[in-house]
């Protein structure tokens, strides 16, 4: 039992435990601090096949029945240049509806856009759910049919439903042009038929002695998959397809999803009588992206492949992919695992598995292998080993991540694209930079470090959630294109200009950017040819930037020039009794932001700092004075904000000190941005009458307004303070609202009714008391002075019997008689305490 609590907590309560990845930065859809370059039209839809020409000067665009062209040689700028119509006919369209599809998922969406040569380009579409396939001239940007004079069939190349995933390649591209399509081979991994029941990889186009290929139907080589991406590795002279599927290798009771990486040699020509047209070299093994003591994160989104250094073996070759997870205790999470291709590659030339045909069990082959799956050139092989190949083409073991971890995981983020960049920063080594766009529509950009990934910022591209997204990276240009339903977005890799200091820069941690010291500047790492400020690994301001202190920025949300000279602090003009509300700039999703005050203290009781860093207060004597803003981040202190609060001069009397007037802290809420204002000054400031110095108030404290009471303890009402007209222009999402004066009324009624209940209960508690007690029916002096008492506990006469019966006249008529003080005989004294019989108060419970 212990050891299934042990597990227990290992798989649930630590996977929870993990620490949050926060951006630095955010930059919301259409912020100034990032700038991007945007093409959408009202006519042109699902812009998400991407293909940049080799120039970098003109992206192609696959869209909804047309492929475009847009210009995007000057940064910042993308314009239409071309386009080019492609859709079905209206026959088409109706056979599409007849077969019982929507009619919106019947157009002619692009799904393989690939450059056949220097002069042609390949490209297939869905085409009312009846796929085809023709060549576009690059120069003329017309559609060039094959020799029947209409487009080729598509099956097998492209899929039937727009939202089915597929993938495509092509290899082999040569410069010589000898028909209408060129010498490049297509490498496809999609399904072949309408229900979407036959998954295939194939290879189409092939000339001379190659041939067509595809995977053979009946040998169930592909267990229900989803193609993510493949990919060229020239010196391997293979094509790798990675996907998820249904792992039938385990025996689980329920269907399990598995990640894969699949092979086939370009050189494949089929066997002569075994595999006759089909793979010869085909494989496939699992991708196992799974940290230690969890379950693994078993579904492949993207992959993508970054190379290797300049002068490393291909080996080095990397594959960074997003993985998800089918179990619940992992759902809503993404990780991010990185492949080496010299791994891959022993995996591949090691045991393989092989399928029982009668019970469709998988079992590890122990006898010796008569050949080695996955290997080139075993189209001359001979029958027995190709019958050995088609039966084990499963490799035993997995490929298990470099590091055997995770390179990222995030715990609230569901990543869905990634692409992958290597750069040098100004110490020499190289990083790695991932750009991951997440479902609900921000690029992230990730650095790669020893401790841990950094997320230096994210940036918005789209505000409605995307069934078909594509991320596209042009290194030489600096830029990411991003595709989308509505558009195309290009989002330049670096954003040093953002960070106004040196402090910035370096705490940004950003590889390409540093601190340029000759002008004063956070510049791309490339463009400062000596002795550039930045430490991505440590952050280290004070030895980058040779500082310890920082001036303040000027205006929020504006990013004062190097040669501007900061001024001493903001004027903050109040009237006493007035919201005032001081904005601290957030530099820094990561930084902790404080308020300090010159030989003050900031107390809680007087002082509100709220979650985005900014500080209320209500001004009196006492708050006003100086004020300042810090932010703390890597061990670094910076000042963000100087405020000087004064009295207006047509108020009344100002106090910088301890001052006779009483403070309250404010807690009315405000919807704030997310990013800093553009204002220079954020003021508590509204016209307010005159009025001398103000009583001595108390007040109490409630979410949303406050009460008051003055010292002669006359109820006033409820009273809430007026927000300035900056106040309320900064703030629009409040609008007017009568909440809280509804629930200072509700619990002024709630409080009176529970008053008048109360004394009803004790009138009425006092009514049947005077009913139940006992009657004494009166008595002559004579014969109530005659009574003797008995002490209780000798049964002697009392010797204060007497006196007690003098009185007990007097007591009858002031009440006590129904206390029991006189009823027959009354209850003994002691120092003058009137008991019971039991030694206790009378109607005193024991």
Request: net charge neutral; charged share 20%; glycine share 8%.
């Amino acid at each position: 039992m212990a050891l299934w609590m042990l597990a227990w907590v290992a798989i649930v309560i630590l996977p929870a435990c993990q620490a949050r990845l926060v951006p630095r930065v955010s930059f919301p859809s259409g912020s100034s601090g990032r700038l991007l370059s945007r093409f959408d039209s009202p006519t042109i839809g699902n812009t998400t096949t991407l293909l940049l020409s080799h120039d970098g000067e003109t992206l192609f665009v696959g869209a909804r029945d047309a492929v475009i062209s847009l210009d995007v040689s000057q940064p910042g700028v993308m314009e239409l240049k071309r386009k080019l119509d492609w859709f079905p006919t209206t026959k088409d369209l109706d056979d599409c509806s007849m077969k019982g599809k929507v009619k919106t998922d019947c157009p002619n969406f692009i799904r393989v856009l690939q450059f056949l040569n220097s002069t042609h380009m390949y490209t297939c579409g869905t085409f009312a759910f009846s796929p085809r396939c023709t060549y576009i001239d690059s120069q003329t940007f017309n559609l060039v049919f094959g020799p029947s004079g209409k487009p080729d069939e598509g099956r097998g190349r492209c899929p039937y439903d727009p939202y089915q995933r597929n993938t495509a390649i092509i290899v082999g591209e040569r410069d010589s042009l000898q028909r209408a399509g060129g010498d490049g081979e297509l490498y496809t991994g999609t399904v072949a038929d309408y229900r979407g029941n036959r998954p295939v990889i194939s290879r189409y186009l092939s000339e001379g002695n190659h041939i067509d290929l595809k995977l053979d139907d009946t040998l169930g080589w592909l267990e229900d998959p989803t193609f993510i991406s493949s990919t060229f590795i020239p010196s391997e002279e293979k094509v790798y397809f990675f996907f998820s599927e249904e792992g039938r290798e385990y025996d689980f009771i329920e269907k399990f999803t598995v990640s894969r990486i699949a092979q086939v040699c370009t050189s494949d020509i089929g066997g002569q009588r075994t595999l006759q047209r089909r793979w010869t070299t085909f494989s496939k093994a699992q991708l196992l992206c799974q940290a230690e003591k969890e379950l693994p994160y078993n579904v492949l989104q993207d992959i993508v492949t970054l190379p290797p250094p300049d002068g490393a073996s291909d080996d080095e070759t990397l594959f960074y992919g997003i993985f998800t997870s089918q179990w619940s205790v992992n759902s809503g999470k993404s990780a991010v695992c990185a492949f080496r291709l010299g791994d891959i590659k022993k995996i591949f030339s090691g045991n393989y598995k092989v399928l029982n045909r009668d019970t469709l069990r998988w079992s590890t082959r122990v006898q010796e292998k008569v050949a080695n799956p996955g290997e080139c050139g075993l189209h001359n092989a001979s029958d027995s080993d190709l019958r050995f190949v088609k039966e084990n083409f499963l490799a035993d073991e997995s490929v298990l991540p470099i590091g055997k971890g995770l390179a990222l995981v995030s715990p609230d983020q569901s990543y869905s694209k990634i692409t992958a960049q290597r750069t040098r920063g100004a110490n020499g080594k190289d990083y790695t930079v991932l750009l991951l766009l997440t479902e609900s529509g921000f690029l992230h950009k990730v650095v790669l470090l020893d401790q841990g990934p950094h997320i230096i910022e994210e940036v918005q591209v789209f505000q409605q959630p995307q069934a078909v997204k594509n991320l596209l990276l042009s290194i030489s240009k600096g830029m990411v294109f991003v595709g989308t339903s509505d558009g195309v977005l290009g989002v330049p890799t670096s954003n040093c200009s953002y960070y106004w200091s040196c402090a910035e820069c370096v705490l940004s941690r950003d590889p390409f950017c540093a601190w340029d010291p000759n002008r004063k500047a956070c510049a791309d790492v490339t463009s400062i040819p000596a002795d550039a400020g930045q430490d991505v690994d440590g952050a280290n301001v004070v030895e980058m930037c040779k500082v310890t202190t920082i001036t303040p920025r000027a205006k929020f949300g504006q990013h004062k020039p190097p040669t501007e000279s900061c001024p001493p602090g903001e004027q903050v003009l109040v009237s006493l009794n007035e919201v005032v509300t001081l904005r601290c700039p957030e530099a820094s999703k990561l930084a902790s932001v404080h308020w300090e005050r010159p030989n003050s203290r900031i107390s809680p009781e007087l002082y509100l700092q709220r979650s985005d860093g900014s500080l209320r207060f209500l001004a009196t004597p006492v708050t006003l004075g100086h004020y300042l803003c810090f932010s703390t981040e890597s061990g670094y202190q910076q000042t963000l904000a100087l405020y000087t609060v004064k009295q207006n001069s047509g108020g009344a009397s100002t106090g910088t000190g301890a001052g006779a007037g009483a403070g309250a802290a404010l807690t009315t809420p405000a919807t704030t941005p997310t990013r800093p204002s553009s204002q220079s000054t954020v003021k508590g400031v509204g016209p307010g009458p005159k009025t001398e110095a103000p009583k001595p108030t108390l007040f109490w404290r409630r979410p949303d307004a406050t009460i008051t009471f003055n010292t002669d303890r006359k109820f006033t009402g409820v009273n809430r303070p007026r927000l300035d007209q900056d106040v309320e222009k900064l703030e629009p999402a409040e609008g007017r609202s009568y909440f809280q004066e509804l629930v200072a009324v509700s619990l002024m009624l709630a409080l009176a009714l529970c008053v008048i209940l109360m004394g009803a209960l004790y009138a009425l508690r006092q009514k049947c008391r005077g009913k139940s007690g006992p009657q004494v029916c009166p008595r002559r002096d004579s014969e109530a002075g005659s009574l003797r008492e008995q002490d209780p506990l000798t049964r002697s006469p009392s010797p204060t019997a007497a006196a007690t019966g003098n009185k007990r006249k007097g007591l009858a008529q002031n009440g006590l008689v129904q206390n029991g003080l006189v009823h027959g005989k009354a209850p003994s004294a002691k120092n003058g305490s009137p008991r019971g019989s039991n030694g206790h108060l009378p109607n005193t419970p024991m």
